[in-house]
């Protein structure tokens, strides 16, 4: 069974900074290409970052490029999102996934609430 565990998140003010993680299982995490979505209050799930199987490749919603940084750790089965400069927009529940849209497949969220 698929297992997707986020963490990290929490109130911050804008200009400020998070890191989230993402602890997987039950699946060939290696050779699974790995996603960030979020979703906003009133909002359906957005993506926001994809992470190549290696960890070479990475693409990000224009929203965040400069702010937001992926990675992972195939040893340790984690992702992780490193979040700068967060501005009140970014205020969401943050998911990962392994699926396409609609991300059927996912966590039960960490939330992120950027505010002063």
């Known amino acids: 069974t698929v297992q997707l565990e986020e963490s990290g998140g929490g109130l911050v003010q804008p200009g400020g900074s998070l890191r989230l993680s993402c602890a997987a299982s039950?699946?060939?995490?290696?050779?699974?290409?790995m996603r960030w979505v979020r979703q906003r209050p009133g909002k359906g799930l957005e993506w926001v970052s994809t992470?190549?199987?290696?960890?070479?490749?990475?693409d990000y919603t224009d929203s965040v490029k400069g702010r937001f940084t992926i990675s992972r750790d195939n040893a340790k089965n984690t992702i992780h999102l490193q979040m700068n400069s967060l501005k009140t927009e970014d205020t969401a529940v943050y998911y990962c996934?392994?699926?396409?849209?609609?991300?059927?497949?996912r966590g039960q969220g960490t939330q992120v609430t950027v505010s002063s």
């Open positions: 039950g699946f060939e995490f290696r050779d699974t290409v």
């Open positions: 996934t392994i699926d396409q849209p609609p991300y059927a497949v």
């Open positions: 992470i190549s199987r290696t960890g070479v490749t990475t």
